[in-house]
Nanobody, 120 residues
Framework: QVSLVESGGGSVQPGGSLRLSCAAS????????MGWYRQAPGKQRELVAR???????NYVDSVKGRFTISRDNAKNTVYLQMNSLKPEDTALYYC??????????????WGQGTQVTGSS
């Protein structure tokens, strides 16, 4: 079983920055893709950014140039650096990790969610 612990959310004024972290632990053989999703009230959950095991990244258009996803494979951790935050970035942010466990089972794990609020 793989579990995730997120940290780093908070409330900032528009234009501010936050850095989210998500650490995976448990029976991990290999971590494949890692990503961040968000869900605002009344809206569907959307993919914000994703990074593959090889380091390739993709972003939703609305955050390109402002958000950066990265990973530390030695720590099984994924980060989301969020700069120039806007009110429309306000949402509950979840990390997602696709892994292979020690028993060779594929698993998709979700973090508990961390609130990001970008408003004055």
């Amino acid at each position: 079983q793989v579990s995730l612990v997120e940290s780093g959310g908070g409330s900032v004024q528009p234009g501010g920055s936050l850095r989210l972290s998500c650490a995976a632990s448990g029976s991990i053989f290999r971590i494949n893709a890692m990503g961040w999703y968000r869900q605002a009230p009344g809206k569907q959950r959307e993919l914000v950014a994703r990074i593959t095991s090889g380091g390739s990244t993709n972003y939703v258009d609305s955050v390109k140039g402002r958000f950066t996803i990265s990973r530390d494979n030695a720590k099984n951790t994924v980060y989301l650096q969020m700069n120039s935050l806007k009110p429309e970035d306000t949402a509950l942010y979840y990390c997602n990790v696709l892994s292979v466990t020690a028993t060779m089972a594929r698993q998709s794990s979700w973090g508990q969610g961390t609130q990001v609020t970008g408003s004055s």
